[in-house]
């Protein structure tokens, strides 16, 4: 199989990451630089305000305020009023301190030891429980420096460069373990009764997006959990090495699948699809000059007689929309779940101050010419999310207040599927669907599973899962 064709793509923009001229006419950096007599009649109509009357206010109140003007904070929120007036939940303003934070979240890529944690909210601490104040470790990733440490699934750390880390929240907590590369950084593991000491150097760490396995003996599973500028390559790496193993189906699951970099979608689905397949058609405000096609380039990485399944929700959007739509309409995948987000427009971001602006930019259409924006995509087989009714919501909150599914694990600790379909028949009378009761209970029995145990994919309890199986398996 060729690695090249991340590399051959065509394509001239990542959402989140490059940054392009707001107008045909030049960059923003020149359009607010330019003074008011020299912009065009364009630019000036579409400034609607006072831009001089603003300066005005400004420099009168800098000359009369009884204490020193914050400039940088001044620029700043103003910066952000100035977004936020759009009224569009998708365009903001990334102040300085939170710029780098930003970057790191949308590109994938961060200094860190690269792990996955857990840690539960400082409100939960059960003093006998140092799960409930400690970070845990769910996960190191393949190679990280905290793998190469020895870290495991289920490790604890009770201080990071000797500070307690019981009052912080996860999102501090990852703060706390990123730095800049070659930096050092010392954590206290607890594990199995025993504390001790790792000094780790943090390195460059791409957070993985793509996870795969081999179910039902020979149909391939992959999950995408998002798309980053990353997630082309590491989807391909997937696709190959689940080719070897000699699948003879693939399920790609984007249920919760939040979206990112467009350029990420795009080289995912160029891995399935021949050239000369469009992909998707951006078409931004008139007169801009930024509508744009993109198509598929080299050769499919996979046979086009191996089918495919993507799997679908209510949580899918954006770029994963994109993904769907460019394998659905050009007969490449079936998607089985439920119909689509809708969110059928993307965002540029580009450099402004020393922060950033996400701004929305364009309607995207999908290859059939459909703008899915607040309509969502239809899956082709309609397959129903297990879900709790409203009816049935004061039957659920008393379960758990009764916490009934604990311990009825805790009393039958084997996680086979006769435990989880009799604990269903069991509290079925509390009126609650026997489907839900089954989701709840293997849940818990997965949560009391080491990470690394858990299974990447459940077919027996996931309906939606099950059903694309069938298809696979029998065309229909």
């Given at each position: 199989m060729r690695r090249t064709i991340i590399r051959r793509l065509s394509l001239s923009f990542i959402v989140l990451l490059t940054f392009l001229p707001l107008f045909a006419g030049g960059s923003m950096e020149q359009i607010l630089a330019a003074p008011l007599s020299t912009r065009t009649s364009m630019e000036a109509d579409q400034i609607s305000i006072d831009m001089a009357s603003l300066e005005r206010l400004y420099r009168y109140v800098d000359s009369i305020y009884i204490d020193e003007i914050d400039?940088?904070?001044?620029?700043?929120?103003?910066?952000?009023?100035?977004?936020?007036?759009?009224?569009?939940?998708?365009?903001?303003?990334?102040?300085?301190?939170?710029?780098?934070?930003?970057?790191?979240?949308?590109?994938?890529?961060?200094?860190?030891?690269?792990?996955?944690?857990?840690?539960?909210?400082?409100?939960?601490?059960?003093?006998?429980?140092?799960?409930?104040?400690?970070?845990?470790?769910?996960?190191?990733?393949?190679?990280?420096?905290?793998?190469?440490?020895?870290?495991?699934?289920?490790?604890?750390?009770?201080?990071?460069?000797?500070?307690?880390?019981?009052?912080?929240?996860?999102?501090?907590?990852?703060?706390?373990?990123?730095?800049?590369?070659?930096?050092?950084?010392?954590?206290?593991?607890?594990?199995?009764?025993?504390?001790?000491?790792?000094?780790?150097?943090?390195?460059?760490?791409?957070?993985?997006?793509?996870?795969?396995?081999?179910?039902?003996?020979?149909?391939?599973?992959?999950?995408?959990?998002?798309?980053?500028?990353?997630?082309?390559?590491?989807?391909?790496?997937?696709?190959?090495?689940?080719?070897?193993?000699?699948?003879?189906?693939?399920?790609?699951?984007?249920?919760?699948?939040?979206?990112?970099?467009?350029?990420?979608?795009?080289?995912?689905?160029?891995?399935?699809?021949?050239?000369?397949?469009?992909?998707?058609?951006?078409?931004?405000k008139k007169g801009t000059m930024r509508d744009q096609r993109y198509i598929s380039t080299g050769n499919a990485e996979v046979p086009a007689n191996l089918p495919i399944v993507i799997l679908t929700n209510t949580g899918s959007a954006s770029s994963a929309e994109i993904f769907a739509a460019a394998m659905k309409d050009n007969g490449r995948a079936t998607l089985i779940g439920t119909k689509t987000f809708g969110k059928g427009i993307v965002q540029d971001v580009f450099r402004f101050g020393s922060g950033f602006a996400q701004v929305t930019t364009a309607h995207y259409y999908t290859p059939n010419g459909e703008n899915i924006h607040k309509l969502g995509i239809e899956p082709d087989i309609l397959v129903e999310d297990v879900q709790l009714s409203d009816d049935e919501i004061p039957a659920f909150e008393q379960l758990m207040t009764d916490k009934v599914i604990s311990s009825y694990v805790q009393e039958n600790p084997e996680p086979s599927e006769e435990n989880i379909r009799r604990f269903a028949k069991l509290y079925a009378e509390r009126g609650i669907d026997e489907e839900v009761l089954t989701l709840l209970v293997r849940n818990e029995y997965l949560s009391k599973m080491p990470y690394d145990k858990r299974p990447i994919a459940d077919a027996t309890f996931d309906k939606q899962l099950n059903r694309a199986v069938q298809f696979i398996r029998t065309g229909q």
């Open positions: 400039k940088q904070k001044m620029f700043n929120d103003l910066a952000s009023a100035l977004i936020a007036s759009l009224d569009d939940p998708y365009s903001f303003y990334v102040p300085p301190s939170k710029a780098k934070e930003y970057q790191e979240e949308t590109s994938g890529v961060y200094g860190g030891i690269g792990t996955y944690l857990n840690k539960p909210s400082p409100d939960a601490i059960d003093p006998s429980d140092p799960s409930t104040y400690m970070i845990t470790i769910v996960s190191p990733f393949p190679g990280s420096p905290a793998q190469r440490a020895g870290l495991m699934a289920g490790d604890l750390i009770s201080h990071i460069d000797g500070e307690k880390v019981d009052e912080l929240t996860s999102y501090e907590a990852s703060m706390k373990l990123r730095g800049e590369v070659n930096t050092l950084v010392t954590i206290t593991v607890y594990r199995n009764g025993t504390s001790f000491d790792l000094t780790l150097r943090r390195e460059m760490i791409t957070a993985p997006t793509v996870d795969s396995t081999v179910i039902e003996g020979n149909i391939g599973y992959i999950i995408l959990s998002e798309f980053t500028p990353q997630t082309g390559n590491q989807l391909l790496e997937h696709v190959q090495k689940l080719m070897k193993q000699g699948i003879v189906g693939l399920i790609i699951d984007e249920r919760n699948n939040s979206g990112g970099a467009v350029d990420g979608a795009l080289q995912s689905a160029n891995i399935f699809l021949e050239e000369g397949k469009t992909l998707v058609t951006i078409q931004g």
